[in-house]
């Protein structure tokens, strides 16, 4: 329903860009969001967007590093990651949320010298 | 930051048997139309998490009945009826009536 891309091994300071692909419910219907779950931790809400990317939305800490955007004629979502740091590593999972919940398979990104 | 707390974090369960997670919120989750944002996740090993119960009880499309949410305001509980083997794993609540989202810290089931 959600397949990613993008993950990877980067630097501390450099940039990563996530992508999700939706198919078998109405994309264009749904907030889009982005979750992350460090090594060994819980799950962490990091942004979403609205069905007409009219609002975005991100947690404190990644606030002016991170942002978020979707092109519902690809059903597709994208997380621009900069300035990324080591407390960025963990897997991010792209989420739709709506009538039912749909989860992509998790992209590990990591952030290390 | 609405904080949700789960308890208890280890939960060991006898196949068979019931098992009840408590989740404690820090704010009231009753939005100004009068909706309870409140889920329920169940994430196997290596999988990625799935959602069980929305609005606090409304269970999601192919879960099976021996899951059931129910609370209010600032309180609320998962119970799995029956437990079976494929039910282990961390339960976490969500809340989204506020920004940020926050998760709870997680449940571990596992069988006795």
């Known amino acids: 329903q959600l397949v990613g891309s993008g993950g990877g091994l980067v630097q501390p300071g450099e940039s990563l860009r996530l992508s999700c692909a939706g198919s078998?419910?109405?994309?264009?219907?749904?907030?889009m969001n982005w979750v992350r779950q460090a090594p060994g931790k819980g799950l962490e809400w990091v942004a979403n967007?609205?069905?007409?990317?009219?609002?975005?939305r991100f947690v404190d800490s990644v606030k002016g590093r991170f942002t978020v955007s979707r092109d519902n004629a690809k059903n597709s979502l994208y997380l621009q990651m900069n300035r990324l740091t080591v407390e960025d590593t963990a897997v991010y999972y792209c989420?739709?949320?709506?009538?039912?919940?749909?989860w992509g398979q998790g992209m590990l990104v990591t952030v290390s010298s | 930051d609405a904080v949700l707390t789960q308890s208890p974090l280890s939960l060991p369960v006898t196949l068979g048997q019931s098992a009840s997670i408590s989740c404690r919120s820090s704010?009231?989750?009753?939005?100004?139309?009068?909706?309870?944002?409140l889920a329920w996740f169940h994430q196997r090993p290596g999988q990625s998490p799935r959602r069980l119960i929305d609005?606090?009880?409304k269970g999601d499309s192919g879960v099976p009945d021996r899951f059931s949410g129910s609370g209010s305001g600032t309180d609320f509980t998962l119970k799995i009826s029956r437990v079976e083997a494929e039910d282990v794993g961390l339960y976490y609540c969500?809340?989204?009536?506020?920004?940020?989202?926050?998760f709870g810290q997680g449940t571990k089931l596992e069988i006795k």
């Open positions: 989420l739709a949320w709506g009538d039912g919940a749909y």
């Open positions: 078998g419910f109405t994309f264009n219907k749904y907030w």
């Open positions: 967007i609205n069905p007409d990317a009219t609002t975005r």
């Open positions: 704010q009231s989750l009753i939005t100004s139309d009068g909706n309870t944002l």
């Open positions: 609005l606090v009880s």
């Open positions: 969500m809340q989204y009536t506020h920004w940020p989202h926050t």
